[in-house]
Antibody, heavy 121, light 110 residues
Framework: EVQLLESGGDLVQPGGSLRLSCAAS????????MNWVRQAPGKGPEWVSV????????QYADSVRGRFTISRDNSKNTLYLQMNSLGVEDTATYYC??????????????WGQGTLVTVSS | QSVLTQPPSASGAPGQWVTISCSGG????????VYWYQQFPGAAPKLLIN???QRPSGVPDRFSGSKSGTSASLAISGLRSEDEADYYC???????????FGSGTEVTVL
C-alpha cells in the first residue's frame, strides 16, 4: 500500500523560509516522479512542482519558480520542498503526490494527507 | 482563473445520472490525457479517473470518463449520497508546461 506522510508545515512570517518533507513507503520510490500540489483554504488544488524518479528533471509552476526548490533523496525514500521568500499567497495545505511514471510531467496519482503552511505576521 | 472550466455545481436525486463537463483547449485536453479527482471536505484529493477513461483499482464502475476534442466529462450513474464531494478535472498543458486543475464542481445529492 502506498503511504505518503508530509511534515514540516508551520506558521511562518512573510519573507521567511520552510522545508517540507514527504516520507514515502509501499512502492519503489526511485521508479516514480513525485509532485507537490497545494490547496489554499476554500480553493481548488494548484500544482506546484514535480521531480523525476532519478531527480535529474524538475518543473515548477510560475507562481513559485525561483523561490521553491524540489528535491529528493532516493536512499531515504523522501521528497522535499524548500520554500523561500514566502508570501501570504503561499498559505495552503501542501500535498505530496506520487506520479504515474518515472519521467516528467507525471500526473499526481496517490496523495498524502497534507501539511499546512500558514504565512502570516 | 483556471485554464480548465467546470460548472461550479451539479446535483441529482439518488439513483440518477450526473455529468460534469471540463472545457479546455488544444494545448491541454485535446493533446494530453485528462484526470479526474474526487475530494471530500477535510481530505486529500483522490484519483478517480486516470488517462481519460481508466478507473484505478477500487473505484466503482458507476464513475466513467470520456473525452472529445477540447472537452472532457465525468459521469456518475446511480448517484449515491456518498458521492457528495468536490470533483476536479486536470491535464498537462503543453503550452505552459504546467499540470493544471479545473475550477472544480461540487456535487450534491438531493
Amino acid at each position: 500500500e502506498v503511504q505518503l506522510l508530509e511534515s514540516g508545515g508551520d506558521l511562518v512570517q512573510p519573507g521567511g523560509s520552510l522545508r517540507l518533507s514527504c516520507a514515502a513507503s509501499g512502492f519503489t520510490f526511485f521508479s516514480y516522479a513525485m509532485n507537490w500540489v497545494r490547496q489554499a483554504p476554500g480553493k481548488g488544488p494548484e500544482w506546484v512542482s514535480v521531480i523525476s524518479g532519478g531527480g535529474d528533471r524538475t518543473q515548477y509552476a510560475d507562481s513559485v519558480r525561483g523561490r521553491f526548490t524540489i528535491s529528493r533523496d532516493n536512499s531515504k525514500n523522501t521528497l522535499y520542498l524548500q520554500m523561500n521568500s514566502l508570501g501570504v499567497e503561499d498559505t495552503a495545505t501542501y500535498y505530496c503526490a506520487k506520479g504515474n511514471i518515472a519521467g516528467v510531467p507525471a500526473a499526481p496519482y496517490d496523495w498524502g494527507q497534507g501539511t499546512l503552511v500558514t504565512v502570516s505576521s | 482563473q483556471s485554464v480548465l472550466t467546470q460548472p461550479p455545481s451539479a446535483s441529482g436525486a439518488p439513483g440518477q445520472w450526473v455529468t460534469i463537463s471540463c472545457s479546455g483547449g488544444s494545448s491541454n485536453i485535446e493533446r494530453n490525457s485528462v484526470y479526474w479527482y474526487q475530494q471530500f471536505p477535510g481530505a486529500a484529493p483522490k484519483l478517480l479517473i486516470n488517462k481519460n477513461v481508466q478507473r484505478p483499482s477500487g473505484v466503482p464502475d458507476r464513475f466513467s470518463g470520456s473525452k472529445s476534442g477540447t472537452s472532457a466529462s465525468l459521469a456518475i450513474s446511480g448517484l449515491r449520497s456518498e458521492d457528495e464531494a468536490d470533483y476536479y478535472c486536470a491535464a498537462y498543458d503543453s503550452l505552459s508546461g504546467l499540470f493544471v486543475f479545473g475550477s472544480g464542481t461540487e456535487v450534491t445529492v438531493l
